[in-house]
């Protein structure tokens, strides 16, 4: 299912192990997976690396026609008030 070879893994394991060209960074460990844990929770996902990775890579949410990506940050507008489907 996940690809552990693929750079994008790569780059989130090194994100999770707080890995650095210099060594290990806690505050920078620490961070990420807080920023995860709270994505995790805004998607509805129980807080774990797998969610954790789905929610990075956005295949927890595949994107819509509405969605601009800007600096490796995915923007979804919601739809206008009077077009949302309930």
Do not use: A
Not at 45 to 57: A, D, G, P, T, W
């Amino acid at each position: 299912m996940i690809d552990e070879s693929s750079e994008q893994y790569k780059i989130f394991d090194n994100l999770w192990e707080g890995k650095t060209p210099k060594g290990f960074n806690i505050n920078k460990k620490n961070s990420f997976r807080s920023r995860m844990k709270n994505s995790c929770h805004q998607e509805g996902l129980e807080y774990s690396k797998i969610n954790s990775y789905l929610v990075y890579s956005g295949l927890s949410k595949k994107l819509d026609e509405d969605t601009i990506i800007k600096n490796d940050i995915k923007i979804t507008s919601p739809p206008r008030r009077h077009l949302r489907k309930f």
